[in-house]
Structures are given as C-alpha cells and as structure tokens.
C-alpha cells in the first residue's frame, strides 16, 4: 500500500477513536454515528497534504493517545474560546498554551486558509452552501463557524507539525494554486464527481 495512504488511514482511524468519545453535553452527537462521513471530510484534507506533514501530525496523534490525550476534546474545548468565553474560563488551564511560535503560525495558516476558502466559496457556492459560515464575526448555523473550528485544529498541532504545514502551505501559495480549492476537489472526488465544476453543477438541479 502507498506510504501516503496507511499514513492516512492510521491518523484517520486514531481521530476517530478520540471523536467518538468526545464527551457532548446532551449525549452523543448525530456526527459521531457517521464514520464514513468523518473519514471523508478528513481524508480530503489529508491526501493534500505531503508525506512530510502527514508524518509529524501522525507522530502527534500517536503521542496524545499514548498520554491519554484526546486530541478531539482539546479542540472542541479551544473552540470555546470564541463561541462560549465563561465556558472556555473554566478549562484554560487544562489546555496547553501555545507559546508565541504557535500563535504565530497558527494565525499565518489561519488568514491563508480563510482567503483560499472564501475564494472557492465564491467560484462553487453550491458546494459549500450547507457549511459553516466562514468568519468567526458570523452566527454559523452549524454553531460553530469556519474560522473557530479552523483555529481550534490548529493549535492542536505540535510545533514542529505547525511549522512544516506553515512551509507546506507556503509552497501552495508560491505555486500559485488555492490550497482549498485542492482540499474540495479531493472531497468531490471522493464522493464520485469528475471535479468541482461537475459537483457544482449538480448541487444547483
């Protein structure tokens, strides 16, 4: 099998252990009942992604299960920051602050991220309609808006994996290409379109 893919398949399959028992006040939340929806979503961005990255964050997903870390949790929990501040008060010191690198990295991968994607939403509206609203500055209808849910995974990253996907990220850009519009073309391939185009198209009939 490609090196590429078991990678894949390895950090896919130990996110999903720590999603489906993320604690959800209420109960068990529909999404953590569709694991192939979940594989989806994830797979999409991973197979962008080179095997350099794809390494380290496997290396840090590794790391957090071997130290009792749910790295799904503390993402869910960072969110917090933005969408429920007295909430996030309470578990603050429980997460791992990120130091000024970080910070950093995590705000350069940030903007370059949101600019890619309001760029496809523009050109595909079609395919994205049913997601999150993009700005953290938005009432996203899922609660949670692009840039929160973005943010929160990021500064889940050790630094060393914020730092090559900062240089992964770069290198797109450099490239010339709209590292999310690459991110949605694996997704609508995945799901059995030729391309966005095509995908597009269908979502407006």
């Given at each position: 099998?490609?090196?590429?893919?078991?990678?894949?398949?390895?950090?896919?399959?130990?996110?999903?252990?720590?999603?489906?028992?993320?604690?959800?006040?209420?109960?068990?939340?529909?999404?953590?009942?569709?694991?192939?929806?979940?594989?989806?979503?994830?797979?999409?961005?991973?197979?962008?992604?080179?095997?350099?990255?794809?390494?380290?964050?496997?290396?840090?997903?590794?790391?957090?299960?071997?130290?009792?870390?749910?790295?799904?949790?503390?993402?869910?929990?960072?969110?917090?920051?933005?969408?429920?501040?007295?909430?996030?008060?309470?578990?603050?010191?429980?997460?791992?602050?990120?130091?000024?690198e970080a910070e950093a990295l995590v705000n350069e991968a940030a903007a370059?991220?949101?600019?890619?994607?309001?760029?496809?939403?523009?050109?595909?509206?079609?395919?994205?309609?049913?997601g999150r609203d993009l700005s953290s500055d938005e009432a996203s209808r899922q609660g949670t808006s692009f840039e929160t849910y973005l943010r929160a995974e990021l500064a889940t990253y050790s630094l060393r994996t914020l730092r090559l996907y900062a240089r992964h990220l770069r290198s797109v850009a450099d490239a010339g290409k709209n590292g999310s519009e690459l991110v949605h073309e694996q997704l609508v391939h995945l799901y059995g379109y030729d391309g966005l185009d095509e995908a597009n198209a269908q979502m407006v009939s």
């Open positions: 099998m490609d090196e590429r893919i078991t990678l894949i398949d390895e950090i896919i399959s130990t996110e999903w252990e720590m999603f489906a028992t993320v604690h959800n006040v209420g109960g068990e939340a529909a999404c953590q009942q569709q694991p192939e929806t979940f594989d989806l979503q994830r797979r999409s961005q991973y197979l962008t992604w080179p095997t350099i990255v794809l390494c380290s964050y496997r290396d840090d997903v590794r790391a957090a299960q071997a130290e009792g870390r749910n790295l799904m949790t503390e993402k869910y929990a960072r969110m917090m920051q933005r969408t429920d501040p007295d909430a996030y008060a309470d578990l603050e010191d429980w997460l791992e602050p990120l130091d000024e370059r991220i949101i600019a890619w994607e309001e760029a496809v939403r523009e050109r595909y509206p079609f395919i994205v309609e049913r």
